[in-house]
């Protein structure tokens, strides 16, 4: 038995539309200008990029270190 997928797609369309009007309403009953929400918006997104950037620095050179941690007692333990 064949399961149909319309209720499915109904409530896909019932969650875009509320979305799409939350977000009306939100833009309508904002606390801020929109210059302000940009620019407050486009500093969060620069700084949570500049942070993964870091993060993703620290990580990459911890697996660095670690992997040559590794190999060093991999020959160690060979006895190469």
């Known amino acids: ?14 969650l875009i539309s509320g ?5 009306a309403l ?3 009953f904002a606390p801020k ?5 940009r620019e407050d918006l486009s500093y969060w997104v620069k700084d ?7 993060q993703y ?3 990459k050179r911890a697996l660095a270190s670690r992997s ?3 190999r060093a007692r991999a020959k160690e333990l ?3």
Do not use: F, N, Q
């Open 68 to 70: 040559r941690t590794i």
């Open 33 to 37: 200008s929109g210059r302000d929400a």
């Open 19 to 23: 979305a799409v009007v939350g977000a």
């Open 26 to 28: 939100g833009a309508l």
């Open 78 to 80: 060979i006895g190469a």
């Open 57 to 59: 620095r620290d990580m």
């Open 1 to 14: 038995m064949e399961k149909s997928i319309k209720p499915y797609a109904a409530y896909a369309g019932y």
């Open 48 to 54: 949570k990029a500049h942070r993964r950037r870091i």
